[in-house]
């Protein structure tokens, strides 16, 4: 006798190792890399997302939509879906997420959540369309040219755009450019990252070649690329040590 449909998909999910600990309909939980030492960072951030949809959409969501960039396995998407948001779309560059996403999408009954695959700078608002809320977790520090794929990020946005990521330490002065006769102030930083022999990794980078900012650089940024406001969300006191203290952050932009 065959299992119904959504056991059937409760029993796939649950026979895989996930980067997530995703509850199923079933109450039970994904089983998670390691002893589950990550999972903190996940719950972190999604504390720190709900903080802020509960100030920016406090009312009915389904008439909002939501763009979840790098989605990876899905679990911000999810997390979207189930917040009320009419339509989610997940994109994500890697095949292999593209199918966890949509299994897990599956599993959790959350028909409003659309998965495809895409590299973040091949997309257009012509092509995907302008949302209230674009997420970017976890992604623009695993990339050659992040400023490129903030620019997309900014021009999917209508209303706020949310980025999680690793930072480097800040540098702060003046340099001589061409001339002591002309100095320029650091507006922020870049670190690089060698992610190269990484690149077969499910959560590394797909080139290689990591630039990663500062919190001033990113900042600086999103407002020069046609943000209207920028601010760096804050961390619960028991959340997740590098955000707590400041070695990643989540930072919200607002369009106007």
């Given amino acids: 006798m065959s299992l119904p449909a959504s056991s059937a998909l409760e029993a796939q999910a649950l026979a895989k190792t996930w980067f ?9 939980i994904t089983p998670t890399y390691g002893q589950g030492e990550l999972d903190a960072v996940h719950h972190t951030r999604s504390q720190m997302l709900d903080a802020l949809l509960a100030r920016e959409f406090p009312a009915a969501r389904g008439g909002l939509s939501a763009v979840d960039l790098a989605c ?8 979207l ?14 095949p292999e997420h593209v199918a966890d996403a949509s299994l897990i999408r599956d599993a959790l009954g959350l028909a409003q959540v659309q998965v495809q695959r895409s590299d973040v ?12 809320l674009v997420l970017c977790f976890g992604l623009i520090y695993h990339l050659e040219n992040p400023v ?10 209508r209303r ?15 340099v001589d450019y061409g001339s002591y006769r002309f100095v320029r102030p650091l507006k922020g930083s870049f670190g690089i ?18 630039l990663v900012p500062s919190v001033e650089a990113l900042c600086w940024i999103l407002e ?16 997740y040590e590098q955000l707590v203290h400041r070695k990643r952050v989540m930072v919200a932009a607002w369009v106007d």
């Fill in 72 to 79: 990876h396995q899905g679990w911000f998407s999810a997390q």
């Fill in 193 to 210: 990252i060698d992610e190269t022999g990484e690149t077969h990794g499910p959560e590394a980078s797909t080139t290689g070649i990591c």
């Fill in 224 to 239: 020069r690329i046609g943000f209207a406001r920028v601010e760096v969300l804050p961390v619960p006191a028991d959340g």
């Fill in 20 to 28: 997530y600990p995703f509850r199923l309909p079933s109450g039970r």
């Fill in 148 to 157: 490129g794929a903030l620019r997309v990020a900014r021009a999917l946005t």
């Fill in 81 to 94: 879906a189930q917040a009320g948001f009419g339509t989610v779309i997940g994109v994500d560059a890697r």
């Fill in 160 to 174: 706020v755009c949310v980025i999680e990521t690793q930072v480097v330490p800040g540098l702060t002065g003046w």
């Fill in 121 to 132: 700078h091949a997309l257009t608002a012509d092509a995907l369309g302008v949302h209230d």
